[in-house]
Every structure is written in C-alpha cells, then in structure tokens.
Nanobody
C-alpha cells in the first residue's frame, strides 16, 4: 500500500512564506513525476508545480518566481517552498506522485495525498 502524507500548511499573512512537505511510504519500485496541486472553494483543482525524477520543474505563471518545488529522492519526499504568499493562494494543497510499483510491470500509478490547508490573510 502506497501512501502520501503532506505537512506544513497553516495560516500566514500576505507576503509571508510556508514550506510544504510530502513524504511517500509503502512498497514501490520508484517514483516518477511528483507535483503539488491546489483547490480553492468553488474552483477546480489546478497544478501548482511539478518536478520530474531528474529534477526538471514546471510552474504556471500564477506562482512562477514565488514558489519552488524540490525533491529528495533518498527520502521519497517532495517540498514546496512558497514565498510572497497572496490571499488568492488560499486553498487546500494536494501532493501527487506517479509510482512504479513493480519493476517487472513498470506501469505508472497515480496517488494523491490527503491535502493540507493553506490560508493567507490580507
């Protein structure tokens, strides 16, 4: 059973910073891409940042220059450093990862974390 557990959310004033962490546990062969998504009330879930197993990153324009995604493959952990936070960043943030469970049958399986609330006050 594979599991993703997020931590690091909370309440912060506009202009502040938060760092989210997401650790993978369970039995698997490897992890391909990892990413962070967010969902605000009444809105669709959207991609915030992604990182490949080789370290290539992607950000939408809404967070580019403010958010940084990184990963520690030795700890099976992905991080999201969020700086210069704005009230519109308020959302539940979800971790996502593409696992290769079995090296003999190398199919990707997508898993989600339970989400962590980030609230930015003005």
């Amino acid at each position: 059973q594979v599991q993703l557990v997020e931590s690091g959310g909370g309440l912060v004033q506009a202009g502040g910073s938060l760092r989210l962490s997401c650790s993978a546990s369970g039995t698997f062969f490897s992890i391909n891409a990892m990413g962070w998504y967010r969902q605000a009330p009444g809105k669709q879930r959207e991609l915030v940042a992604s990182i490949t197993s080789g370290g290539s990153t992607h950000y939408p324009n809404s967070v580019k220059g403010r958010f940084t995604i990184s990963r520690d493959n030795t700890k099976n952990t992905v991080y999201l450093q969020m700086n210069s936070l704005k009230p519109e960043d308020t959302a539940v943030y979800y971790c996502n990862a593409a696992f290769i469970i079995d090296s003999i049958r190398p199919y990707e399986y997508n898993y989600w974390g339970q989400g962590t609330q980030v609230t930015v006050s003005s």
